[in-house]
Every structure is written in C-alpha cells, then in structure tokens.
C-alpha cells in the first residue's frame, strides 16, 4: 500500500496514531514525506473526502475531550504549582495541530473547482477554538493564524470572518511587542481585512483603541510597512480620520523632532491614495488644520516646530500633480488673512508659511493669471520686509532668501536685484533690531547655495564690510559664518568682501565665538598646511608685524583646525628662527652648538626687534599650551620637544633680557621638566625673594607658577614661612596671657607682607592650590603656625602698643590668612579636627582678648581695629560653614560666640555679618532635619531663632537710642535679612524654625509702628501708609526684604493671621498697626487672596472698638480708629473686585 493511501486512511478517529506519525514525518525535514505532495496529487474527489474526514476527525477527537476540560494553564498561575497536563490533551493538542498542517496545505493547494465546504468548517471550529488553547500552545496558535492569513491572502470563502481573527492578533501584537517589525508586515497584507467591518459595529469599537496606538509608536511611523499601514488607516472611515488626527496632535508634544518628517510622510500618501468625501476629510480636517496651527501657535510652543515640518513636507511636494492646486485653495481663506493680522507673531509665522509654499498658484489658472498672481506674491515680499516689527522683518529675510534660491531663475533679474539691495543696504544696517540684522548675514549662505547667484552677489557684498563690526556679537558671528561661506562655494573672494586688515583687527579685540570663525576664515592663509614649515615661519613673522595682538589670538585657536603634529612642527621651526637671529647677532658659541639655517628670514628679523622677538616667544608659549595634553599623551614627542627647548633656554634667556621677553620665557621654562631647567630654578627663587614689599601680582604670578609646575612649591612656602617668622611678635614676658609688649626680630630683612602676597596668591587660583595642599602635613602646618603666632600683635595694638599701622595691617592680613589655610586644610584632612579646633581657639581669643575692646573702647583707631578683627573672624568662620567643613561642635561653639558678640555693647556694630553667619548655620541645620537627622538639630534651630529675635530686639534698640546709626545699620542688614528669610524655602511650612522668624518680625514690625501711632499727639499726623518711606525705619526694612520674595511674604502673612486668631493683639494701635502693613502689602497686587482673610479678620476683631467713635473728633484714638476702618476698607474693596 502507498504512503498516499495510508495518510488517507490515517485521516480517521481509529488511527488517531497513524496520522499523527505522518505529521510528525511531515515535520521532519530529513523525510521525504511531504502532505503538500501528496495533496497536488489527489483527484477533486480524493481531496474532498480528506477533507470530510478531516473535519469529523477533528470533531470526534473535541467531541471525546471537549475544551471545558482542558487544563489552559491558568489552574497553574492560581495554585503557583505545576499540574500535570493529561495524555488525552496531549493527543487532542497533536490532532487539532495536524488538522492545521493539513488545512494549511490544503488551502495552497487549493483549486479553482475544488469544494471546500468540510475544509471551511475546519477552519470555523479551529476559529473558535483558537482563544481557548492552554498557554503552552503558541506556536499551535500561531499555525491556525497562519492558517488564516493564508485563507485571507487566497480570497477563499469565509475570508472575513478568519481574516479578522489573523488581523487581532497581528494588531496586538504590533503594539505590545518591542520590534514588531515581521507583524507590520503581516499586519499590512491583512489591512483590507478592515474595510469589511463596519466603523461603527461592534468588532469596528473593540479595533479603534488599538489602531489608534498604533500612532503612538515610533517603530510604526518609521518602518515602512507601518507607514502604508497608517497611511491606509485613513481610507476606513471619515470620523475615524478625525480621531487619527487629533491622536497624532495630542502626541506630536511627545514625539523627537526628527520624527515629524515621518508623520508628514503618513499624511501625504494618505492624501495622495484618498478620494471623495475621504479626501475632502484629509483636507480639511488635517492639512487645513495644521495650516491653522502653524499660523496660530506661539513660537514657544513645543509643537510649533513639528508643525511646520509637517507643512514643509507638503511644500517640497510641489512638484507632484495636486500639490499647488490644494496648497492654493486650503491657504486661501487663511493664510492671506494672516499676513495682515494684528498680532506681530501671526504675521512671521504666516510669512515662513507663505516664502516657503512660494509661488502659491492653482495651475488650472491661466498663464496670465498665474502670472498676475505671482507679481502680487513679490510685491507682498517687499511690504514684510518692511513690516514694523522686527520679528516679521526676520522671518521674511529667511524667506525672501529661500524663495531666491529655489526661485532664482525664474524671477525677473530686476526683482533678484532690488530685493538683494533690500536685503544688503537697508536690512543688513537696521539699527532698531539686531535680530534683523544677523538674519541677513545667516540667510545669506542659502542664496549662495545657488552658483547662479553668485556673479551678482560678489558685486554687493563689499558694501557689508562695516558690519564687522556691528555693536551685537551674534551679528558679528553671523557675517563671519557668511565670508566663510562664501569662502567654501567660491563665490567671491572674501577679503574683497572685508578686508585681512579689519579681519585681524576684530580677531585682537573680539569675543572667542567672533574670533574661532575668524582663524577658520583666515587659517589657510597664515598656516598652509600644504606647504613646508619655512612658509609657516614667514606667515607668522608677517602676521606678527601686521598685528600682534591679533597673531596670539592666531595661534591660541589654531590647534582647532589642524593636528597637534602641526602644531609641534611650527613651534620647533620658531625655534628655528630664534636661533638664525641670535647667529646673526655674531653669537659664535651658540652658532657652533645650534648651527640653523642662516638664510631663513634673516632680512627680515632681527634679535634687536623686541616686538617681534617678544611675539615669537608669547605664540611658542601659546602654541605649546594648546598641544599640553596631546604632547604629554606622546611621550616620545614630549621629550624631543622638551630637549629642543631646554637645549637653547638658557641662551634665549642671556640674549632676550627685556621684561617683555622674559614673562613668555618664565612660562616657556614652566612647560618643561624641572630636571631640563636646574640652572633656571634658582634664578627664578631669587627673583621671587629680592622682589620688594607691594609688587604687583604680575611681578611674581609667572615665578610662582613656574615652581609650582617644576614641584618646587614647597621652596615658595619655605620662604613665606622664614619671613613670617623672621618677623614674627616675640613677647616679651612669656606667655600669650600676659600684658607686655611684643618686639620684632629680624623685620629689616623679612618681607611679610609679600609672603602673604605669594600666600594669597597660592590659595587663589586652583593649581597652585592643588599643589601647597600636595605638600606634607608637617611643612604646611609649620606655616600654618607661624601665620597664628600674629594674632598677638592684634592684642598688642588694641593693649596700647606703639606699633606702626603697616605692621597692624599685616598681623589682620595674616590672621585672615590663618583662617583660610585652616578652611583648606580641614577640607584636606577632614578625619581629623586638628584645624577646626584651631579655629575654635582663634574664635574663643577673639571673644576672650578682642570683645573687651570693642565694648569699652572709646579710642576710634581701637574700635576700628577691634571691629575688623571681629567682622574677619566672624567671615572665616561663614566660609568655614559655606563649604560645609564644620560640624556640629564647631557649629555649636559658634553660636556662643554670636550670642556673645550680641551681649557686648557695640556687637550691633557686626549684625549684617551676624545674619550672614546665621544663615549658613540655619541652611546646614535646616538641610539636616530635613533628611529626619538628630534631634540636637531641634535644640540648635530653637537656638537659632532666639539669636536671630535679639538681633531685632538690638535693631530696634539701636533704632530708639540712636536712630540715625539705627537707620544706617538697618540699610547695612538688608541683603543679609534677605538672605536669612530666603531659607524659608527650604523648610516645611508652620516649622519651628518658620513659627520663631516670622513671629519675631511680625512683633518687631507691629509693635514698631504700634509706638509710633501711640506717639501722635495730634489727630492731623494720623495717615495711610502708601510706601515703604511712610512706615518707621525698623518696619521699612523688614517689610522692603520680605516683599521681595513671594514665598517669604506669604510665610509673614500666615504668622501675622495666626497672630490675629490667637487675639494676641487688644489695643486699636495694634490693630492699625496690621491695617498699615496690609496696606503696603496690597501694592504688590498678588496676594489678595490672603489679604482678604486677614482684612475680614481685622475688621470682625476691631469692631469691639466702636464705641470710640463716640469720642470727640479730635481725640486721637479715635482719628486711628477710623483711618484703620478706611484702610480696610480700600483693602477689601479690590480683593473683592478681583475675586468677582
């Protein structure tokens, strides 16, 4: 019997394992048995009766384990164990999967005459049994879609009902897969399954959320089987274009920008494929809207953008059929309207719109009227180049520039030509907008695009020479970006545009953006790479005795346009030229050592010539620097540079003597190795130590560089130290706690003051920080401590000693210095609190020694001293807290102090200090409690807020007992008050740090202009309070900083209400007293919300007060009593105004 035979016979419920065997030989590649083969061969009749009893194959083996019984896997999920699958679904599984094998062949093997009814049915059954298969059957499920889509794909009867289900599942999991680019493509041939739902039934409902998502992935606006996907979305139904449409507006936000191109794209086949009333929907609801958009959306708008690439695409599609007849009529009703609207903003959007769709025309028209119409358009282009508002006048240059160079030539030459005289006399010189200007100079690049113009622009480019150099750096930047353009198309020649002269002269004095270009611009021409080193070295010498200022700036951006090898051959053949110089000033011995070229440019320079020979060594020094890391990264290259140089230092030293040479030769010294200078070292130490008292920091800053780059720091602070202690107090009688006098060692020899010059120097800038801080503990706290021993000499002054105001200068400067080395080294060595604790000291000798002075002292050079020496103190110790280097004891021993400081009787002297001092504790506190850390933090903020209610009680003390110095040091405290209630900000509202500020200020400032209305004595001085300048010093200054920061002026407010609700205010002065600050509150406009709460308020509480208004006109009480009730009055008046 043949195999044919026995499959067919195998098709029956008594050889279940019969068919099985010949499924699973099917599958088998290496078996030659093959159902499809075996199909092509069967008679009609043959195939028929497969199929008959391939159908009741399926039904018996359904019939005899039905799918209720089935164990689909979710019975595992809900017992989280495995439960073992039944060998009877196992065989059920096996069959139900050869039924598809075989259906599936059969349906490619399918004929036109075959009958296929019993084959359908099988397709039905497996249709409905295909969501009911157990989770471990997907690849069983994705045969029977694959049966489906077959059946689709061959137009068989019942197409549509399978056909639907292969759609689902393709549409979901396009959308839920990450790269579902093999479903797209399935997805896309099964697309017309759609058109066989009705948009409005239930299976055309359950589709329309997936659908729509399908906008929402990128991979599908990108792919382009999901772009012709997306594209046939639009063709299903009419109100399904407009949720399409407002679906991609709603994500347009979302979507990268580069992708709007691809959403444009989705558009225009979706036009281009539709007609009739689907066609008139794209239109109208979609591209007219988007027109609409463009035209209305803010500038800022995040899909304003996308917007117009969108629209943009439709423009560059101008020349396929349809294009300008739909451009023309759905701009029409809008886009004219537009351009003559009032707002500025809708005018230059509608302008980009309309440049960019230039010509708008219907090319059924006439050639006349087209004609008419396009003459109409370019006399609009000239009227919004003259539109009053820049921004418009912008927008059109862009678009006048890109119609020129599309459009050039097909526009009348004369029409090219006075819109570029427009464009180049009067727009590129409009002295009202810069930003009209630099569009000029921008937008000219995209007429240069087209050669065509060319020959008429180089003869009107000369005439924008000037605006080189315009006052607006971006203009600036813009005109040197268009002579490089014009440079690379080769459309004039660019110095004939602006010439070398005013280039080099912007290049000296110009801003890096500005000069970058302008070495781009000139590169070729000063470093032509092509050509050998020697030209090199005579276009830097020329470029040298043309400009020098303008050569440093040269060669600092060079090494942005070429390699560092370059760079390195050029410096090596400056050397070069040196060395022909000094030759040729008759020095045989260096001539025998380094024998040159003699010839190369020896007519030309000169060793005589200190300009140029300054120039050469300031560009080696420059060059050098620019290539630092590349050369340091090649160590190879680093070492035979560095021999080079070393080689002829020392002669370049002897020969260049002017200080002009020496500074770039100290720099050049400091790029080379300290092995490769010894004999330099010394002569540089020396310099550093025969410099006299008060030489500019220009005088010594190269020297000390130069140690520092050579490790040899530590010789500098060695110096420093032996003339710090050279010059050191030395007491007389012992011991720092004894009265006596201090003399001084060796002050005729040691220079103090320059040592702290140096120190200064060395803290300052980061590398030569970095490189004190390097040296070993020992030898920097040697200095630290000689830098201590002058606070003596402070105590000495203040005790009445005759010592010289310079020498008292020093000891502040070296006390200040103290405190700074201490900051850096607490942050180097934070495990150890060796000198925090130094500070402490220095912070308890100030409050011990110090203090006494400034609260007795009658002596004004005492006082004086005594206050600088606390406001130094008081500053080390905030910067000490700034860079959070303190911790919690440091932090606690300052608020002694601070308390300390506002008990003794001139302290108030040191308030505006004093708050900055609180402030950073606060901030530190406040940052700790936030992140839930110790409860000593309570303490310290309860600490905090009663320091900061005795510097207001003494503000206001001052204020009463002196009150023109009260006023001055209110003046004085103000931007550190601002600062201290900015920390409001970062701490929760109705904390106890808030509730202990505010309440304080609240009382100062009521009970401040409560005493100055008890003070009247008569009804006529009774007034409104309209501005700051109305209320008493105290209240003024409070009130002027918490209205500078809404958040802070709220936080006041609450405290205030809170203040009103707890009745702790009982007399009409205190009352009127709210009313006034309320009254100034109100001029801001922003809080009328609160002030209406705490108007209504007031005036529920003051009206206990009525009966006042029975005394006599003149009597005071009641003149306050009123002018409060009118106040109110004004106040709620607009509150309730503004809330209607």
């Not at 239109?283 to 803010?298: K, N, V």
């Not at 030539?409 to 630099?438: F, M």
């Not at 911790?887 to 505006?912: N, T, W």
């Not at 740090?993 to 009382?1003: H, K, N, P, R, T």
Request: proline letters at 3%.
């Amino acid at each position: 019997m043949s195999k044919r035979k026995q499959f067919l016979d195998s098709v029956h419920h008594e050889h279940i394992v019969d068919f099985l065997n010949f499924i699973r030989l099917h599958k088998d590649g290496a078996d030659p048995f093959d159902i499809a083969e075996v199909l092509s061969e069967l008679q009609k009749s043959q195939r028929q009766d497969l199929w008959e009893q391939l159908l009741k194959l399926l039904q018996h083996t359904l019939t005899a384990h039905p799918p209720e019984r089935w164990i689909t896997g979710a019975e595992e999920d809900a017992a989280d164990m495995e439960v073992e699958v039944s060998e009877d679904q196992t065989q059920t599984m096996a069959v139900i999967e050869g039924v598809t094998i075989v259906s599936t062949v059969s349906v490619d093997v399918l004929q036109e005459n075959d009958t296929y009814a019993s084959l359908l049915d099988c397709a039905l059954v497996l249709n409905c049994l295909e969501s009911a298969l157990p989770l471990s059957q997907t690849p069983l499920q994705q045969a029977i879609h694959w049966l489906f889509e077959c059946w689709w794909r061959r137009g068989l009867k019942g197409k549509e009902e399978l056909g639907w289900t292969a759609f689902l599942v393709c549409l979901e999991n396009t959308v839920t897969l990450e790269k579902p680019v093999n479903e797209l493509r399935r997805l896309c041939t099964l697309r017309e399954v759609l058109l066989s739902v009705d948009f409005g039934s239930e299976k055309g409902q359950q589709v329309i959320d997936p659908l729509l998502q399908c906008f929402f992935r990128v991979s599908h606006i990108k792919q382009e089987e999901g772009k012709r996907f997306l594209a046939f979305l639009f063709s299903w139904n009419e109100n399904f274009i407009r949720m399409i449409h407002e679906t991609i507006k709603n994500q347009l936000q979302f979507f990268p920008k580069t992708l709007s191109v691809h959403v444009a794209e989705i558009y225009f086949r979706a036009w281009r494929k539709a007609s009739g009333p689907f066609l008139e929907e794209i239109e109208s609801t979609c591209i007219q809207d988007l027109m609409q958009h463009a035209l209305l959306l803010h500038r800022n708008s995040p899909v304003h953008g996308k917007v117009r690439q969108i629209l943009t695409y439709f423009h560059k599609q101008k020349f396929r059929e349809g294009v300008d007849e739909v451009l023309h009529r759905l701009y029409k009703p809008i886009l004219w309207k537009a351009l003559k609207a009032t707002n500025a903003e809708v005018r230059a959007n509608a302008t980009l719109l309309f440049t960019e769709a230039f010509p708008i025309h219907d090319p059924s028209m006439s050639s006349e009227m087209v004609d008419q119409a396009v003459q109409k358009q370019l006399d609009l282009l000239f009227a919004l180049l003259d539109d009053p508002q820049p921004l418009v006048r912008s927008s059109a240059v862009l678009g006048v520039c890109s119609v020129l160079a599309r459009c050039w030539e097909v526009i009348p030459s004369t029409v090219i030509t006075d819109l570029l005289e427009k464009l180049i006399l009067q727009l590129a010189n409009d002295t009202s907008s810069p930003d009209v200007r630099c569009s000029v100079f921008m937008c000219m690049s995209i007429i240069l695009d087209n050669s065509l113009s060319h020959p008429l622009m180089e003869k009107l480019l000369p005439a924008l020479k000037s605006s080189l150099h315009d006052t607006s750096e971006k203009v600036r930047v813009a005109f040197v970006s268009m002579l490089l353009k014009i440079k690379g198309v080769r459309a004039a020649k660019f110095w004939k545009v602006c010439s070398l002269e005013h280039l080099l002269a912007r290049l000296e004095l110009d801003s890096p953006p500005v000069c970058k270009r302008i070495v781009d611009l000139l590169f070729n021409s000063f470093f032509p790479v092509n050509q050998s080193e020697t030209v090199w070295c005579e276009r830097c010498v020329t470029l040298i005795q043309t400009n020098p200022g303008a050569a440093r700036k040269f060669y600092r951006y060079a090494y942005l346009y070429t390699a560092p090898a370059n760079i390195v051959k050029l410096m090596l053949v400056i050397r070069k030229c040196l060395n022909v110089c000094i030759q040729n000033a008759g020095d045989d011995e260096f001539a025998s050592s380094n024998k040159e070229n003699s010839t190369m440019l020896e007519d030309v320079l000169s060793v005589k010539d200190t300009a140029s020979m300054a120039c050469l060594l300031e560009i080696l020094v420059i060059l050098w620097k620019s290539v630092q890391k590349s050369l340091q990264a090649n160590q190879e290259a680093f070492k035979y540079t560095t021999s080079k140089f070393a080689s002829v230092l020392p002669q370049y030293l002897k020969v260049f003597q002017e200080e002009r040479c020496k500074a770039p030769l100290i720099l050049l010294a400091s790029l080379l190795p300290a092995s490769a200078v010894t004999a330099l070292r010394s002569k540089v130490m020396s310099h550093l130590r025969n410099l006299k008292a008060g030489s500019a920091v220009t005088a010594f800053s190269q020297s000390v560089e130069c140690l520092c780059s050579w490790g040899q720091i530590s010789h500098i602070v060695e110096l420093i130290e032996n003339w710090l202690t050279e010059a050191a107090p030395v007491r007389g009688q012992g011991d720092e706690n004894t009265t006596g006098k201090v003399h001084f060692d060796g002050l005729e020899d040691s220079k103090p003051d320059l040592g702290l010059d140096y120190l200064d120097y060395l803290l300052l800038h980061p590398k030569t920080r970095d490189c004190l801080l390097m040296l070993p503990l020992d030898q920097i706290r040697q200095l630290h401590d000689a830098l201590n021993k002058w606070k003596l000499l402070l105590f000495s002054s203040l005790s009445g000693g005759e010592d010289k105001v310079a020498v008292t200068e020093t000891a502040l400067r070296a006390f200040i210095f103290h405190g700074r080395l201490s900051i850096h080294l607490q942050h180097k060595y934070p495990e150890e609190r060796e000198f925090l604790k130094s500070l402490e000291h220095s912070v308890s000798w100030v409050e011990k020694r110090i203090f006494p002075f400034l609260a007795s002292s009658s002596n004004e050079q005492q006082l004086s001293l005594s206050k600088r020496t606390v406001e130094t103190c008081l500053t080390v110790c905030k910067n000490v807290l700034r860079v959070s280097v303190g911790d919690d004891d440091f932090r606690d021993h300052l608020l002694q102090h601070v308390a300390s400081v506002l008990q003794s009787e001139k302290g108030y002297m040191c308030i505006p200090l004093l708050l900055a001092l609180l402030t950073e504790v606060a901030q530190g506190c406040l940052s700790h409690k936030a992140e839930g850390q110790d409860e000593q933090l309570s303490l310290t903020v309860r600490i905090l807020t009663n320091i900061f209610q005795k510097v207001v009680e003494i503000m206001a003390h001052r204020l009463r007992k002196d009150k023109e110095e009260g006023q001055e040091l209110c003046c004085s405290s103000e931007e550190a008050l601002h600062d201290f209630l900015l920390l409001a900000k970062i701490t929760t509202e109705r904390s106890e740090f808030i509730a202990g500020v505010f309440s304080s200020l609240c009382a100062a400032v009521i009970i401040d202009i409560s005493r100055t209305l008890q003070k009247i004595s008569h009804v006529e001085e009774v007034m409104t309070s309209e501005t700051f300048n109305d209320l008493p010093p105290l209240s003024n200054t409070i009130l002027k900083v918490i209205l500078r920061s809404p958040a802070v002026t709220r936080f006041f407010m609450s405290e205030m209400s809170s203040s009103i609700d707890s009745e702790a205010l009982d007399s009409i002065t205190q009352w009127a007293a709210v009313t006034h600050i309320l009254t100034i509150i109100k001029q801001s406009d922003t809080f009328n919300v609160e002030l209406k709460a705490i108007a209504v308020s007031i005036r529920r509480q003051i009206q206990s007060h009525y009966n006042i208004t029975a005394e006599n006109s003149e009597n005071i009480q009641r003149a306050i009593y009123e002018s409060a009730v009118r106040m109110l009055n004004d106040i709620l008046t607009p509150c309730q105004q503004s809330n209607g």
